[in-house]
């Protein structure tokens, strides 16, 4: 009984109803209805996903040859048959020094994933012999009133992963605290609304870009002279005010649109403003709030990756930034892996929210 409880909140967590399929067909329950679910839900995406990987290999070979191609034929024009040849050599060698730099095969992507695990293990490992070795001159640090010494050592994949987490967290939420309140407000007043539509009309479509570049005008003259990283004041602050809008107009509309009768309800029974917010209003605005969160969440962790990037916050947007920077043999591949990484991450944050929305709301949606 447990165990199936658990499958079916996994099941619904991730959107794929697949899970008690595969129990009724172990147990011998499997009904025709039940194959064909499993078959659309299971067998369908798996060939879509293998469909996909030998596309993706047979196109990255074909631009890997052509680009091959193009080098073989510069070098023969420009320095004769005997550097062709040696090239061709090279290039069929595998010798990473020769090989054109173009779309990274799967192998190579899944390649160059086990390497930055490795990496992180290495960089894990030298923080925690760092720490070991510095924790008795930390202790007598801190207790002498002087600040510890701490590890500066370069952020491996995983920690960037980790500090984009933290960093689009952190705007979410200031997008939550800025955006549900001043939606309601503006939902309950036709006169709010009247006067903060001007305002949410110019701002919403203004780029990250943009924003950034205002969060970074005000935070460096707030925090001047400070020891605060400000580049992570500066990066959830700009995602925070870049993903506000959907969370903000949907709230407002949602409270705006609150049954009449539920209103003259809370009339009658003489509910205070902040009874009749959080008794009548909120819960039967909260799917459309929460659509707007889910937005918001979403345009959180796409903003995120450029603002990242101009602020030079550690994280993946720097982590891509730098890969293409570096150029190196195995670059692309990385920034593939990046590139994985940040579409699975911001699927499983979108469940997340779903999964939120459905526990504290009578509106249970499936997910997309």
Request: charged share 15%; glycine share 6%; aromatic share 12%.
């Amino acid at each position: 009984m447990k165990a199936s409880l658990t499958l079916g909140k996994v099941s619904n967590f991730l959107g794929l109803g697949i899970f008690t399929t595969l129990k009724n067909l172990f147990t011998g329950k499997l009904e025709k209805e039940d194959l064909q679910n499993f078959l659309r839900k299971a067998i369908v995406p798996l060939a879509s996903i293998i469909l996909f990987i030998v596309i993706w290999h047979l196109g990255a070979k074909s631009l890997y040859n052509i680009e091959a191609k193009f080098k073989i034929e510069k070098a023969l024009q420009d320095q004769g048959q005997a550097a062709a040849d040696a090239l061709t050599a090279c290039i069929a060698s595998g010798e990473s020094s020769c090989q054109p730099n173009t779309l990274p095969s799967p192998i190579q992507v899944w390649d160059s994933f086990q390497s930055l695990l490795r990496d992180h293990n290495s960089i894990s490992a030298d923080k925690a012999a760092f720490i070991e070795k510095t924790a008795a001159l930390n202790e007598k640090r801190i207790a002498a009133g002087k600040e510890p010494i701490v590890y500066t050592g370069r952020p491996s994949f995983v920690d960037q992963i980790f500090r984009s987490l933290k960093t689009v967290f952190a705007g979410f939420f200031l997008a939550l605290f800025i955006a549900v309140p001043l939606g309601i407000f503006i939902g309950l007043s036709s006169t709010l609304k009247s006067a903060f539509n001007w305002f949410i009309q110019i701002f919403k479509p203004v780029s990250p870009v943009v924003w950034y570049l205002l969060v970074f005008m005000i935070v460096k003259t707030v925090l001047i002279g400070s020891t605060e990283d400000s580049s992570f004041t500066i990066s959830f602050i700009s995602v925070g005010l870049c993903s506000m809008w959907a969370t903000l107009v949907n709230t407002a509309m949602g409270v705006s649109t609150v049954a009449k009768d539920f209103i003259n309800v809370a009339k009658v029974l003489k509910l205070g403003t902040f009874q009749k917010i959080f008794k009548v209003v909120l819960p039967s605005s909260l799917p459309l709030i929460f659509t707007g969160l889910k937005i918001t969440l979403s345009v959180a962790w796409m903003v995120l990756i450029a603002i990242e990037l101009l602020a030079q916050s550690p994280g993946l947007g720097l982590f891509v930034w730098e890969e293409f920077q570096n150029g190196a043999n195995d670059s692309n591949a990385k920034i593939i892996v990046a590139m994985f990484a940040i579409g699975i991450i911001g699927f499983l944050l979108d469940r997340l929210m779903l999964a939120i929305q459905n526990w504290v709301s009578f509106d249970k949606q499936d997910a997309i």
